[in-house]
């Protein structure tokens, strides 16, 4: 049993394939192209064990054409010229269908080399990769393919192909196996959607299970989830689902959820990536809190500086405290909106000289019509303000914040309006 379970039990047809409805369930798109027996470029995108080779795989089947499969982690461009030499030849009369798996570890020279043969059809390109490919492939070879998206697996469609894998390996073994209630479950659930990572779990707990007096396996609820328990994760540092973790984590906390910011919360520091949680959580309380109440800015700040100073997994407390403080408290992203609207002026070059009232003091030059800077001291006045001018002449009227409904800015807006006599 050198072989992987899960290249074992590899389906052979379409109707086998676990998951992935949207593209190959009766009258689905994908479904129908390849039933057509016309094969185009494909682009295959999505996570790690959702069917993206074993589709390829049987398109391969389908078409006269001869099949090269190549790895973009150890492919280079002389595999490329090594296929390139057998077009027009008897070893390949009509055509090549090369499966290119991890197209994202090609390089742009060696995306390049592909473009001329699968544009005139002697080369039809299947290719996989797990980030997006708007990203990570050429646009030339983008606009020569179509792209479809593999998602990842619900744990009740994995559940059976879980229940077949015992059932070959029954077979296989002539090992009489029994699992208690639950335990197709829970390995579908530890699986993450990733369908080999939960027929490897069904293999490794058939190996691991203890063998009965009377010749039979039992596997145990309780040995299943010793296995699986630091196997469940999926997290690649440098990859969409980081990213797309983050931007998760962010938004329910804008969005003043605290149950779904704490499971991101959660999967971030069980990744152990504890300084993305703690960056994003202090923009967050910069960004999307801000002057609705300004005093939380020290409190996660204070929050985040103890995570880093405990680390895992005692960081997880005053995160959480500082994550559940953001999501429930007030919203108001006014001072995010004024200094993007200031910024865009300053680089788009809307901007003058600074008014001579608030240049630092030095004499005028023999230019100056009227000599002096001006420059009134608001302390010297009633309730600490005067009228006068701040921003360049040219932007004099310019306003770049506005007020928000929440209460401490009403508070500082009615108190100013007072004060300023409007």
């Known amino acids: ?87 027009d030849t008897l070893a390949a009369p009509n055509g090549v269908l090369l499966y290119l798996d991890e197209i994202q570890y090609f390089n742009k020279r060696q995306q390049q080399s592909l473009l001329q043969y699968i544009e005139n059809g002697k080369i039809t390109l299947i290719a996989s990769t797990t980030e997006n490919p708007y990203f990570y492939i050429y646009s030339a070879v983008l606009s020569r393919c179509t792209v479809f998206e593999f998602k990842s697996v619900a744990h009740e469609e994995i559940v059976p192909a879980v229940i077949r894998g015992f059932e070959f390996l029954e077979e296989e073994t002539g090992t009489k196996i029994t699992f208690e209630e639950g335990v197709p479950e829970h390995i579908a659930l530890s699986s993450g959607g990733d369908v080999r990572k939960a027929l490897n779990f069904t ?58 910011a704490l499971h991101y919360l959660a999967r971030l520091l069980e990744a152990g990536d504890l300084p993305s949680a703690v960056r994003r959580l202090l923009v967050c309380a910069c960004e999307d809190v801000g002057l609705a109440y300004p005093n939380i800015i020290p409190i996660v700040k204070s929050a985040c500086d103890i995570a880093l100073q405990v680390g895992l997994p005692e960081a997880a407390i005053p995160l959480a405290d500082a994550v559940i403080l953001v999501a429930t408290s007030p919203k108001s992203n006014t001072g995010n909106q004024a200094i993007e609207a200031a910024l865009q002026d300053v680089r788009s070059g809307n901007y003058g000289r600074i008014p001579r009232a608030l240049q630092n003091k030095h004499f005028d030059g023999e230019d100056a019509e009227i000599k002096g800077q001006f420059y009134k001291y608001p302390h010297n006045f009633p309730n600490r303000w005067v009228k006068q001018q701040y921003l360049p002449d040219e932007i004099k009227d310019k306003k770049y914040y506005n007020f928000g409904e929440n209460k401490n800015e009403s508070a500082s807006r009615e108190y100013w309006k007072r004060i300023k006599g409007e």
């Open 1 to 87: 049993m050198a072989t992987p379970l899960a290249d074992r039990l590899r389906p052979q047809k379409i109707d086998d394939i676990v998951g992935q409805k949207h593209l190959l369930g009766e009258g689905m798109p994908l479904r129908r192209i390849i039933e057509s027996g016309v094969c185009p470029n494909l682009i295959f995108y999505g996570p790690s064990g959702t069917g993206k080779t074993t589709l390829a795989r049987i398109i391969a089947k389908t078409t006269d054409k001869k099949l090269h499969r190549l790895n973009g982690t150890n492919a280079s461009t002389g595999d490329i010229r090594d296929i390139v030499s057998e077009l």
């Open 203 to 260: 293999e490794l707990a058939f190996l691991a299970a203890n063998l009965q007096e009377n010749g039979e396996r039992k596997i145990t609820l309780e040995e299943t989830a010793g296995l699986t328990s630091k196997n469940t994760f999926r997290y690649d540092k440098l990859g969409d689902e980081h990213y797309d973790i983050l931007s998760a984590f962010q938004k329910s906390m804008r969005g003043s959820d605290p149950d779904a």
